[in-house]
């Protein structure tokens, strides 16, 4: 291709003017490039120039819901009641302390309608201790919704729209293992009560782990704008399919910095079918604990790279037993997806549906191998026995629990203990004032060993001067001396 006229004046030009200064003859030397300079085209129709996501979101924002959440709250009268001051001089007979009243706590946030009968799925953290709860839609069409499952360790929360028919706009699964860096998705929500606003983003990281939201640490992150009043909200990819649930921001201001994070689609998948098939929760049982690999084992195992989870413990009869896992065993992948730490591993099991098997890849003696293990709910080998303790002491308002594989598989132990561990603190209780919290477990109380809660409910009716109780947390026991 020959070079247009004014390029090539142009260049002659230039060459004069090299010969004549000597300072510039290296320009004579650079590749004269072949192309032409591309050229400004005009549009021709109305396609060219409009790139919107307006039919993708027409499709889906029908089917985000505002959820507002309320719950009546005892409030005393007395603004005194709490005072350290005046409860030393008066006791619990401060002017009012007896008169509690009722007050309104509400809570807004968003939901995704996962179904044509009304199944929403929202944040665990938006309904959290609703008296009742009432979902708005884009068409401004309101309906009270009922809580059909609550799960905290996800942070997710599924209702379904009360007497309201069964034609509701929703919104179909992606396959949240398919995201890749890059994705471009959409975040839609009510964020601070303004109204339904769609923002824009990319996928910025997949499997972030270390946020400390819930016990599952497997997040996608985005840039899509999130803000406090998104949390339940859809993100959703360029094919109008749920992607994630968006959960969290991190956040200094609390408005967005362009780091959010969403439950994937397929940890929301599991939990709704849990809560439509069997109204619980039903996580699949290892019956083992593993530990993170870092460098220094890596090389030890001749790894190329930390990567894998480590065997640590088999329970004698779990599902890891009966599979032939051992300890020292280096569990690479579960049906062929790769795990770098616990985290990812815990996701990659905890998403399987109970029933059936599945396939761990790992490394054992330096050889690679392949076991299958079944996957069967966390059985009930004691009974629990919860009661919750009305007795006048450090353990007031606490609800406890016989332990069993079931029962620390639904408070999300590491570990299988025996003994008897509180399964709840009522707020505001003696319980919780003492720091008890929910995992501890009961090991003594005045010299007593406690093995389960029949024997906790009689340690407490005592009345002794002093209490002196041992609490098993985090794998760490701690000695504690109470005045009665």
């Known amino acids: 291709m020959g070079l247009s006229a004014p390029l090539a004046t142009g260049l002659k030009h230039l060459a004069r003017l090299a010969a ?20 400004r085209v005009v549009p021709a129709s109305e396609a060219q120039i409009t790139l919107s996501f307006a039919p993708i ?65 929202t944040n665990n953290h938006v309904i959290k201790d609703a008296d009742e709860v009432r979902v708005a839609l884009a068409d401004r069409r309101e309906f009270d919704a009922d ?48 109204g339904q606003t769609v ?45 994630g649930i968006n959960t969290a921001i991190f956040s200094r201001g609390g408005g967005s910095n362009g780091i959010g994070f969403a439950i994937p689609a397929n940890m929301v998948k599991f939990v709704a079918n849990s809560a439509v098939n069997a ?39 779990s599902p890891a037993d009966a599979a032939g896992l051992k300890v020292g065993d280096l569990i690479t992948a579960v049906d062929g997806i790769e795990v770098l730490d616990p985290d990812s591993f815990g996701y990659r099991f905890a998403t399987k549906a109970v029933g059936g098997e599945t396939r761990f890849s790992l490394r054992r003696a330096g050889k690679d191998n392949e076991v299958s293990v079944a996957l ?4 009930e080998t004691t009974p629990r026995d919860a009661r919750l303790i009305r007795n006048y002491s450090p353990f007031e308002g606490a609800t406890v ?31 919780a004032q003492v720091g008890l919290q929910v995992g501890d477990i009961i090991l003594v109380i005045n010299d007593e060993q406690i093995a389960t809660t029949a024997m906790l409910d009689r340690a407490t009716s005592r009345k002794p001067r002093l209490w002196r109780l041992e609490v098993k947390r985090g794998g760490e026991v701690s000695r504690i001396v109470l005045r009665g």
């Open 20 to 39: 004549a200064c000597g300072t510039l003859a290296l320009l004579a030397t650079v590749p004269v490039p072949t192309a032409q300079v591309q050229e």
């Open 57 to 121: 979101v027409k499709t889906v924002a029908p089917a985000v819901v505002n959820v507002y959440a309320s719950r009546m709250v005892q409030q005393p009268v007395s603004p005194f009641l709490d005072d350290p001051f005046f409860r030393r001089f008066f006791g619990d007979q401060v002017p009012g302390a007896n008169r509690p009243r009722q007050r309104m706590e509400s809570s807004l946030g968003s939901g995704v309608i996962i179904s044509a009968d009304g199944v929403i799925i």
């Open 147 to 194: 809580i059909i499952l609550k799960d905290e360790r996800t942070d997710l929360a599924v209702l379904r729209i009360r007497d309201g028919g069964a034609d509701f706009p929703n919104v179909d699964f992606a396959d949240s293992d398919s995201l890749a860096v890059g994705d471009i998705v959409l975040a839609i929500g009510n964020p601070f009560g303004v």
């Open 199 to 243: 923002t824009q983003g990319i996928v910025s990281a997949l499997a972030r782990t270390r946020v400390g939201i819930t016990d599952y640490q497997f997040f996608i992150q985005t840039d899509a704008a999130i803000n406090p009043g998104n949390s339940g909200g859809a993100l959703v990819d360029m094919q109008g399919r749920l992607v």
């Open 279 to 317: 109204g619980k929760i039903e996580r699949p049982w290892l019956g083992a604990t593993v530990q993170v690999v870092s460098a220094e084992i890596a090389e030890a195992l001749g790894l190329d790279r930390p990567r894998g989870v480590l065997v640590t413990r088999v329970f004698a009869g």
């Open 376 to 379: 069967k709910v966390a059985p």
């Open 401 to 431: 629990m016989n332990l069993s594989p079931a029962v620390a598989e639904e408070l999300g132990l590491e570990v299988l203990e025996e003994g008897v561990v509180i399964a709840e603190v009522a707020q505001g209780s003696p319980a």
